[in-house]
């Protein structure tokens, strides 16, 4: 198993630009999440998803659209980029339910938008 | 809402010190409570987890125990070694959505030195 996949692991991009950053996953996952990593303020959900078809806000939705047409994959789209949006993006999964279950994180998109 | 306080960092030690990092929580009804780490250059992955009060999460070495009565979920370990630098989050799941949605603290850089 490849576990949780992203890409790409580093972009720029200019204010005002469009970007899909890509996650997958192969452990048939049913809750799959994006989370956006600053320094001194820890990791914050910007969207998640509890199976295909259907997502919702986290913390920090602005700015960001999603969507799940697959078990496998949940891209995170950036419509128009601003420098605000310049982190670094992690995708996690697991397998869901109401009980805590372990997250398996991706290694991370680092974006730059100038 | 939920919130998670962590200690401060950098943290510097010599190989073979006592570690304790300092975790406090608030929430809503009685979360499960996490410690992630992050290597250089990599996603987080799960390093010990409770689900209730008074358990004890451990992993290589590794050990904090579910405080109710002070909200907290302290990592102590007797001997770090110099692979233990890292950076460490604490989290919460929200205890009203689901499992899945994790709190995450600011995050304790651990830097261990020969």
């Known amino acids: 198993n490849a576990g949780v996949t992203q890409t790409p692991k580093f972009q720029v991009l200019k204010t005002g630009q469009s970007m899909t950053l890509q996650c997958a996953q192969d452990m048939n996952h049913e809750y799959m999440s994006w989370y956006r990593q600053d320094p001194g303020m820890g990791l914050r959900l910007i969207h998640y998803s509890v199976g295909a078809g259907i997502t919702d806000q986290g913390e920090v939705p602005n700015g960001y659209n999603v969507s799940r047409s697959t078990t496998e994959d949940f891209p995170l789209r950036l419509l128009s980029a601003a420098p605000s949006q310049t982190s670094v993006y992690f995708c996690?999964?697991?397998?869901?339910?109401?009980?805590?279950?372990?997250?398996?994180f991706g290694p991370g998109t680092r974006l730059l938008v100038l | 809402g939920n919130s998670v306080t962590q200690m401060e960092g950098p943290v510097t030690l010599s190989e073979e010190a006592f570690l304790t990092i300092n975790c406090t929580y608030t929430a809503t009804g009685y979360p499960s409570l996490f410690w992630y780490v992050q290597y250089p250059g990599e996603g987080l992955q799960l390093l010990l987890k409770?689900?209730?009060?008074?358990d004890k999460g451990s992993n290589k070495g590794f050990e904090a125990t579910y405080r109710k009565e002070t909200t907290s979920f302290h990592l102590e370990k007797g001997s770090v070694q110099v692979s233990d630098s890292a950076v460490y989050f604490c989290?919460?799941?929200?205890?009203?959505?689901?499992?899945?949605?994790?709190?995450f603290g600011t995050g304790t850089q651990l830097k261990v030195e020969l």
């Open positions: 409770a689900t209730k009060a008074d």
């Open positions: 996690a999964s697991s397998y869901g339910g109401t009980s805590p279950e372990t997250q398996y």
């Open positions: 989290a919460l799941s929200d205890p009203t959505g689901g499992g899945n949605k994790l709190t």
